[in-house]
Each structure stands twice: as structure tokens, then as C-alpha cells.
């Protein structure tokens, strides 16, 4: 059984930081590629951040790019995305996803769906920025 676990969301002042984590268990994590989307109240998903199956590339949204840092570690399945800067517009559901490209995931990840064995994500960590 597949599980995506995120922690580390909260409440945080503009300008502050916060590191999310996230946990894989279930899934062979070298065959996917694994992302961040966020998901504001009442609002439409947007991708956030993705790393290929290798690991050689790194994707950004252009809204957090140079503030937020994606990093994963297969030997235990884990990734942390760092978010410094955080803004108020940055308030959203954080879920942590595991997903075939990054390609799709970064430019239509709306579409995406766990009713296949394409991707996974979790029940989602609450960031919330305050003014």
C-alpha cells in the first residue's frame, strides 16, 4: 500500500521560513518523479516544485522560484521543500506528490489523478502566512 505523508506546515509571519517534509513508503520512489503542488482555499491547484526520477533536474513555479528549495533523498524516501520568503499569497493546502514527469506535472497538474498508478499524494500540510 502506497503511502505520502507531509508534515511541517503552520503559521508563519511574511518574510519567515518554513520546511516542509515528506515521506514515501510503498512505492519504488526511483521510478517517479516527485513533486510539490499547493492547493489555496476555493482555488485551483498550481505545481510548486518537481525532481526528475533522477534527480538531475529541479523545476520551479516562477511564483516561488529563488525562495523555495525542493530536495529529496532516495536512501529513505524522504523530501524537505525549504520556503524562505514566505508570502502572504504562499497561504495554501501543501500536498507532496508522486508523479511520472515533471513535465506534465509542472504544466498541468489540475488534470492529474490517484485513480491510476501514475501518481500519489498525501492528505496535504496547511502553510499559512500572516501579515
Known amino acids: 500500500q502506497v503511502q505520502v505523508v507531509e508534515s511541517g506546515g503552520g503559521l508563519v509571519q511574511a518574510g519567515g521560513s518554513l520546511t516542509l517534509s515528506c515521506t514515501v513508503s510503498g512505492l519504488p520512489t526511483d521510478d517517479y518523479a516527485m513533486g510539490w503542488f499547493r492547493q489555496p482555499l476555493d482555488k485551483e491547484r498550481e505545481a510548486v516544485s518537481c525532481i526528475t526520477w533522477t534527480g538531475d533536474r529541479t523545476y520551479y513555479a516562477d511564483s516561488v522560484k529563488g525562495r523555495f528549495t525542493f530536495s529529496r533523498h532516495n536512501a529513505n524516501n524522504t523530501m524537505y521543500l525549504q520556503m524562505n520568503s514566505l508570502k502572504i499569497e504562499d497561504t495554501a493546502m501543501y500536498y507532496c506528490?508522486?508523479?511520472?514527469?515533471?513535465?506534465?506535472?509542472?504544466?498541468?497538474?489540475?488534470?492529474?489523478?490517484?485513480?491510476?498508478?501514475?501518481?500519489?499524494w498525501g492528505p496535504g500540510t496547511q502553510v499559512t502566512v500572516s501579515s
Open positions: 506528490a508522486a508523479t511520472r514527469l515533471c513535465s506534465v506535472f509542472m504544466t498541468a497538474v489540475q488534470t492529474l489523478s490517484t485513480s491510476d498508478e501514475e501518481n500519489y
